[in-house]
């Protein structure tokens, strides 16, 4: 007779909002009020309120990794917690009366979370750590795959992260989407450069976009825009890794295929992108950087 009911993150400013807007969002409310608890006073101010607004985005919202930030806010400021988290990916850790060990840092919380989840589930997240992006089921089977487990082993893997709140999982045009939130992202990819799988599943993300090309070319009058559009965010990062020659040439160069796709759904600006991208590889074909100079042209 249990029901679940799934808490959204709380909004967050936008870069467009000025200091009064900021502050009246939720993100924004619950760490000035954490903040002031710890020490009364802390103020939202001309000098401190951007870096408070960057790190309510970066911590995707999330109301305990708020928390957690706006305990040591007043001790250290909110520019120096933010500089942290960009660069060690975690959050200054603070014990607190009644708090469990696994509430007194982000990575802390993040790792006991994984402590639940299942070989399967565990593989599959952080071979999702490759994705720049929300993606739909069909990609994260193409990339989430590995050491013989069968598609079907990637869904319920999938599932079994929603459920846990690793995952999340959208409704659009283009179907159902699956996205990582920031700090679980970073935390992704770390364990897949440990276990050894970043240059795998690098290629296999890479292997997948080109086999969209292949079967969405020839049918764009019925591919929804919104499905085609996934791919971009994905399409960029792959052009990324092979401009640092994480990627072999010849593979890469197959992915501009989706310049035709970016055309003929008229999003031009994209194949300028991919072309600046591409034009930029080390080690790039004569004929590679051609193509990369006719599409900037």
């Known amino acids: 007779g249990e029901l679940v009911l799934r808490l959204q993150p709380l909004s967050t400013p936008t870069d467009d909002m000025t200091l009064v807007q900021a502050a009246a969002t939720p993100a924004m ?44 806010a007043a001790s250290i400021g909110p520019e120096v917690i933010l500089e942290r988290l960009r660069a060690v990916g975690d959050l200054p850790g603070r014990a607190g009366r009644g708090r469990e060990a696994r509430h007194s840092a982000l990575h802390a919380v993040l790792e006991w979370s994984l402590s639940l989840c299942t070989v399967d589930e565990v593989a599959v997240l952080r071979r999702m750590g490759v994705f720049a992006g929300p993606v739909i089921s069909e990609a994260v089977v193409a990339v989430g795959g590995g050491d013989g487990m069968r598609p079907d082993e990637v869904i319920d893997a999938l599932v079994g992260l ?89 593979v890469f160069a197959n992915l501009l295929r989706i310049d035709k796709l970016a055309l003929t759904v008229r999003v031009p600006h994209a194949c300028i992108r991919f072309g600046t991208v591409l034009r930029r590889a080390p080690g790039a074909a004569p004929n590679d950087r051609t193509s990369g100079q006719l599409l900037v042209a």
């Open 162 to 250: 929603v459920d846990k709140s690793l995952v999340i999982v959208r409704e659009s045009a283009a179907g159902h989407t699956y996205d990582l939130l920031a700090t679980v992202r970073t935390v992704a990819a770390a364990r897949l450069a440990a276990a050894g799988e970043h240059e795998e599943a690098i290629q296999r993300h890479a292997e997948w976009l080109i086999d969209f090309a292949e079967r969405d070319l020839e049918a764009l009058e019925s591919t929804p825009i919104d499905r085609v559009n996934l791919i971009f965010p994905e399409l960029m990062a792959a052009l990324e890794r092979a401009a640092a020659e994480a990627l072999p040439l010849p």
């Open 29 to 72: 409310q619950m760490f000035t009020t954490r903040a002031r608890s710890a020490s009364r006073t802390f103020a939202l101010t001309e000098a401190n309120w951007q870096s408070v607004a960057e790190l309510c985005r970066a911590l995707d919202g999330v109301p305990l990794a708020i928390e957690l930030a706006a305990s040591r």
